[in-house]
């Protein structure tokens, strides 16, 4: 997950006009409609958002913004506050699950009230890279609920409250949990998001690559998303 980005935006050229696949399953559970080339009935449908936003879990506030083209949703982000930690890069892949156990223990009592503090989706990857593309860090975020405006300060030091201000993103679903996408899922997912992006002429912060898990990763339904920031 830390390097196909990377690859991506050193590859993708744009490309021709992608005809749009109007009307779909797809469309309905992703957010936004396929486009042609890139219809795979083979692919597990993502959960739809209103079946979690609001639903089972809380969601960072948001909404979606109407996009008539192919091979990307585009939703608006509402400012708010959120828990973040570093994720130790020297430490491979092990130090992701060590930085969840650390998000996850501000919210059950590992604060400075010792107050438990529900779940909420999604969960936050930011992928940071230099002007040539290379990863310089990683972060993981939990959004803090909103009822929650003078959130307690983390005990671990390891551990830091921000305030986000509102965003655009564009992102594309995936109906797999993070840890079941293999490389070239990911690769292809990142490859397709450049691409529609490009070929719109839709400006996006290409130095950091976002990934937000939206559902418990051992559930019957998925919602996975790779997104850019405009």
Not at 2 to 20: D, M, Q
Not at 185 to 198: C, G, I, P, S, Y
């Amino acid at each position: 997950m830390k390097i196909f980005v990377a690859l991506c935006l050193l590859t993708v050229a744009v490309t021709s006009p992608i005809e749009l696949n109007a009307g779909s399953a797809w469309s309905d559970a992703a957010g936004y409609e396929e486009c042609t080339d890139w219809v795979d009935p083979a692919k597990p449908l993502p959960e739809p958002i209103k079946d979690i936003c609001g639903t089972k879990l809380e969601c960072a506030g948001f909404t979606d913004v109407v996009n008539s083209n192919c091979g990307y949703g585009e939703r608006n982000i509402k400012a708010g506050k959120w828990v973040g930690t570093d994720i130790d890069l020297s430490q491979g892949y092990s130090d992701y699950n060590k930085a969840f156990q650390r998000l996850f223990g501000y919210i059950t009592g590992d604060n400075a009230d010792g107050a438990k503090i529900a779940m909420t989706a999604p969960v936050i990857y930011k992928s940071y890279y230099d002007s040539s593309y290379k990863l310089q860090k990683v972060t993981m975020h939990f959004f803090v609920p909103s009822a929650l405006t003078n959130p307690p300060a983390p005990t671990s030091n390891k551990v830091y409250l921000e305030d986000w201000d509102a965003a655009t993103v564009y992102y594309r679903a995936i109906g797999k949990s993070t840890m079941n996408i293999s490389t070239k899922e990911w690769e292809q997912e990142a490859m397709d998001l450049v691409t529609a992006l490009n070929n719109d002429g839709v400006s996006f912060y290409s130095s950091m690559s976002i990934v937000g898990g939206f559902t418990e990763p051992w559930g019957p339904k998925q919602r996975t998303e790779i997104m850019f920031s405009a």
